[in-house]
């Protein structure tokens, strides 16, 4: 972890943020588990016993629970709920969707104990022709075995679930929802869900997000340094690292120290993005901000913020005493990728040093340096543009984001941020190497988002952050901030340029 020029000591705690682990790795945990003394079916009555404690938060006025189960022990789970909610004396019925019979080792167990608390277990398919008049539903079809969408009868519970109105806790995961990519195509739309024992990578990115509804978390009451150990995808970015990251600055602080930022970009009729990169970036605690642009632009990045140093260019040959000067340079926002954007970027790239490269910069990457590796720049492409890099359909990038974002850091280096939903941050295969940001709301699918983030990347590049680290808190506090911006007013109106005020509270934690 890097911290920002010319600040104190760093006093806070560094928090170790939350792990985010595969189906595959999953399993290993409980495997450690089960090996270090905790039993199969102990780990699955305490699954039970979670998710139940949970819906008696939650819904305590829930009388009438349908619990939908699998054949695995994703199932098993389920039967050890309907078997205490049963006992609490609430009216449970089991819709089995693989004969309870056929069911094997501590998901047979929880059979045995959802019958010995006198549930009543139904075929599935019969079933669902059957009212039931639930307040809540219960989805344990299928969890971290789950291989590919629903399949026959399977398919036909996500509907019904999904047809149903009561609320639903989905166990583990909801059913359908690919533990490890997100990927979901027909899966059960929860109102919670609650996971056990390690955070599934693919609940927080993609499309699983409109699936999961309210994230739970319980690690069974498991060893934290088993929980710690083992193999695992990447990690959470969370509001309590910000403190580690960004201490105060010492008080003989000047401007000299925090640093210089060259904001290259805005053709005609596109200035509104560089003055948005470099407001966010001067709201981030960048020093000095130049920004080269059209020469049309200059009245109105002044009159927007007199903070700037404005200068219109012509063409790249304009820019060589700006380079000189900045610790770090934003392209792309506004570029063009005519004959003015690609003299403006080749001059960018003809020295190293922190670069954010972004929009039409990404696809003059593609164009004219095929092949370009460094470690120093953060590329920051939307599902499109990474599609783009790729030569791949932006689904075929959503469908696995992190594996696209891997793809990309292999092929080019230094950090790529995939942006939307559950934004990922990857330089490299490690685990300390990935980062997954789940906040941020829909009120940020418009126009300007993506340059407001370029240029909080790029502020905190320039206070002396290194690339991922500037990278991990550039998301996590564009994010944050268009959460607050979003409690204040509201999720849909919500504009780019209203995030970097807020961005200001989050970068003095
Ligand atoms: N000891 C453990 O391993 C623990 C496991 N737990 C639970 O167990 C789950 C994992 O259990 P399993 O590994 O048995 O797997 P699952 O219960 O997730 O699914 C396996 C079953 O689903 C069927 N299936 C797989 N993909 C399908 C598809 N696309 N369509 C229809 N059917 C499909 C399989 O044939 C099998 O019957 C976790 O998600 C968690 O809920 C928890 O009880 C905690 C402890
Ligand atoms: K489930």
């Known amino acids: 972890m890097s911290t920002p020029l010319h600040t104190r000591r760093r006093t806070a705690a560094v928090e ?15 495997r450690e588990a089960i090996a270090a003394g905790i039993s199969g079916f102990e780990l699955m009555r305490r699954a039970g016993a979670a998710a139940f404690a949970l819906i008696r938060q939650r819904w305590p006025k829930a009388r009438r629970i349908r619990v939908f189960c699998g054949g695995g022990n994703n199932g098993g789970d389920g039967y050890v709920v309907a078997a205490l909610a ?15 019979e056929t069911l094997a080792g501590e998901a047979a167990e929880a059979v045995a104990m959802a019958r010995e608390a006198g549930v009543a277990i139904v075929d599935g398919e019969a079933g669902l022709d059957q009212p039931f008049d639930a307040d809540l539903l219960v989805d344990a079809l299928l969890g971290t075995g789950a291989k590919g969408a629903p399949r026959g009868a399977y398919l036909r519970a996500v509907e019904a679930i999904n047809q149903d109105p009561a609320p639903v806790l989905a166990i583990d995961l909801p059913s359908g929802v690919d533990a490890d990519t997100g990927m979901a195509e027909q899966a059960v739309s929860a109102t919670l869900t609650l996971s056990f024992i390690a955070r599934k990578f693919g609940l927080y990115t993609g499309l699983a997000a409109d699936y999961v509804g309210e994230r739970f978390f319980d690690d069974l009451g498991l060893d934290p340094r088993l929980l710690a150990s083992g193999e695992a995808l990447g990690r959470l970015l969370e509001p309590a690292m910000l403190a580690g990251y960004l201490p105060p600055r010492l008080p003989s602080s000047h401007k000299g120290h925090t640093g210089h930022l060259l904001v290259v970009g805005g ?18 605690g960048a020093g000095l901000i130049s920004l080269a642009t059209d020469a049309c632009h200059l009245a109105a990045a002044l009159a927007r913020r007199p903070e700037l140093m404005v200068r219109g260019v012509r063409s790249g040959l304009e820019i060589g005493d700006l380079l000189e000067a900045a610790d770090a340079v934003a392209i792309g926002p506004g570029l063009g990728q005519g004959a003015w954007g690609q003299g403006l970027f080749d001059k960018v790239l003809e020295r190293p040093g922190p670069r954010v490269i972004d929009a039409d910069a990404l696809h003059l990457l593609e164009s004219r340096y095929a092949g370009l590796r460094r470690d120093d720049w953060v590329l920051t492409p939307h599902p499109g543009e990474a599609a783009m890099m790729l030569g791949c ?13 891997r793809e990309l850091w292999r092929r080019r280096g230094g950090v790529i941020v995939l942006k939307g939903n559950g934004t990922l941050v990857v330089a490299g295969e ?30 905190l590049l320039v206070q002396g952050l290194a690339p991922f680290d500037a990278a991990c808190v550039g998301v996590l506090v564009h994010a944050l901030a268009a959460d607050e911006a979003a409690r204040v007013g509201g999720e849909r109106g919500l504009l780019a340029g209203d995030l970097a005020s807020f961005a200001r509270r989050r970068v003095n934690p």
């Open 86 to 100: 049963s006992r609490a004396g609430l009216m449970v019925e089991v819709l089995a969707f693989k004969s309870p």
């Open 16 to 30: 170790v943020p939350a792990r985010l682990h595969d189906a595959a790795q999953t399993r290993a945990l409980d």
């Open 430 to 459: 490690n685990e300390t190497d990935v980062a997954l940001c789940p906040y941020g709301n829909p009120g940020m699918a418009s126009g300007g988002m993506g340059d407001v983030l370029g240029g909080m990347i790029a502020g």
């Open 393 to 405: 359909k932006a689904s075929q990038v959503q469908a696995d984001r992190l594996a696209a974002a």
């Open 267 to 284: 053709r005609p009729g596109y200035g509104g993005s560089t003055i948005m990169v470099s407001e966010a970036a001067a709201r981030v």
